[in-house]
T-cell receptor, first 114, second 112 residues
Framework: EPEVTQTPSHQVTQMGQEVILRCVPISNHLYFYWYRQILGQKVEFLVSFYNNEISEKSEIFDDQFSVERPDGSNFTLKIRSTKLEDSAMYFC????????????FGPGTRLTVT | QKEVEQDPGPLSVPEGAIVSLNCTYSNSAFQYFMWYRQYSRKGPELLMYTYSSGNKEDGRFTAQVDKSSKYISLFIRDSQPSDSATYLCALNYGGSQGNLIFGKGTKLSVKP
């Protein structure tokens, strides 16, 4: 069964450093998402991406964040200058179409900012 | 008032019990309702998806939506220890908004 994959599973970085989190969505899916989950809190939407552009973003997704689909398979989330409060699990998700609200999540990348 | 409310539990039941998990929401504009299961330090796994009031059944799982009461439920029959996980409700407004609004999750423990 096809699945969303994410790398790395755990990333440790120092405050102020740039990090790139990588995702490979399900191959025939067209919509891609990033969510985050701070420990003990709810899963929160960050951004959605379709046709090589952002279709929606939350208040969390400020200028420090960017997303990119550098090739036909990868989808990345970049945090330019990490802060302690960026420590969280970051989940990538994909869905076949916007009107298909069934989103399939990857296993997550645990980001620890020290 | 929060958009989606979900009792975080924890909820502990004996093996074989029927489990009832619930979420309430405040905005009647929500159109799509999902239940995800999340094991510790893993990604959410889609269990059920529905968009209309009423019941939808899949094996031991039944999702129920009552739009008039803004109340959704997930029932698990014949619960198993492997069902021990956190269950998240997730709602969507539909239209061009693809983002999911999650509840905080209910942690379920099924004891053998």
């Amino acid at each position: 069964e096809p699945e969303v994959t994410q790398t790395p599973s755990h990333q440790v970085t120092q405050m102020g450093q740039e990090v790139i989190l990588r995702c490979v969505p399900i191959s025939n899916h067209l919509y891609f998402y990033w969510y985050r989950q701070i420990l003990g809190q709810k899963v929160e939407f960050l951004v959605s991406f379709y046709n090589n552009e952002i279709s929606e973003k939350s208040e969390i997704f400020d200028d420090q964040f960017s997303v990119e689909r550098p090739d036909g398979s990868n989808f990345t989330l970049k945090i330019r200058s990490t802060k302690l409060e960026d420590s969280a699990m970051y989940f990538c998700a994909s869905s076949y179409g916007l009107l298909s609200y069934e989103q399939y999540f990857g296993p997550g990348t645990r980001l620890t900012v020290t | 008032q929060k958009e989606v409310e979900q009792d975080p539990g924890p909820l502990s039941v004996p093996e074989g019990a029927i489990v009832s998990l619930n979420c309430t929401y405040s905005n009647s504009a929500f159109q799509y309702f999902m239940w995800y299961r999340q094991y510790s330090r893993k990604g959410p796994e889609l269990l059920m998806y529905t968009y209309s009031s009423g019941n939808k059944e899949d094996g031991r799982f039944t999702a129920q939506v009552d739009k008039s009461s803004k109340y959704i439920s997930l029932f698990i029959r014949d619960s198993q220890p492997s069902d021990s996980a956190t269950y998240l409700c997730a709602l969507n407004y539909g239209g061009s908004q693809g983002n999911l609004i999650f509840g905080k999750g209910t942690k379920l423990s099924v004891k053998p």
